[in-house]
């Protein structure tokens, strides 16, 4: 098994069976190429740091600190969160969550999705970092 870098520590907060449940999709490549663009000057921050009104709210109130700087000001720490969908979910659909729960309720409702979100509650910034499917069973 490969060994994470020391300032890397590997989440699991599901374990590894529930986390071998979902369907993972990392937008790392996205994000550097983001912030490439910015540093050029193809973009400009009013275009990379929008944040929504309703998100930086829930960033201050529900986001789970990081040890990250901010990649546009680094001035603070990013925060995450996690957005979760789902047939099932009824009034839990689309609302948001800590990251541990959010990946919960993935893992526990086959075809719910569940998206986290980094945001700098300082310049605004906000990208998706990653986002997690659970996978139908299957019938039998």
Not at 53 to 70: F, I, M, N, S, Y
Not at 107 to 132: I, K
Request: charged letters at 25%; one cysteine or more; aromatic letters at 4%.
């Amino acid at each position: 098994m490969p060994r994470q870098p020391a300032n890397r520590p590997r989440r699991t907060p599901l374990g590894r069976n529930k986390r071998a449940e979902l369907g993972v999709i990392d937008f790392t490549l996205a994000k550097r190429a983001l912030l490439r663009d910015a540093k050029v000057g193809v973009l400009g921050l009013s275009e990379i740091c929008d944040a929504h009104p309703e998100l930086l709210r829930a960033a201050k109130h529900v986001g789970e600190p990081t040890k990250h700087d901010c990649p546009v000001c680094g001035t603070v720490k990013l925060v995450l969160l996690a957005y979760v969908y789902g047939e099932g979910l009824r009034d839990q659909n689309g609302r948001v969550w800590s990251i541990d729960t959010g990946l919960r309720m993935t893992a526990a409702n086959p075809g719910a999705s569940c998206y986290v979100v980094e945001v700098c509650t300082n310049c605004q910034w906000n990208h998706l970092r990653e986002a997690f499917t659970a996978r139908r069973r299957e019938a039998g």
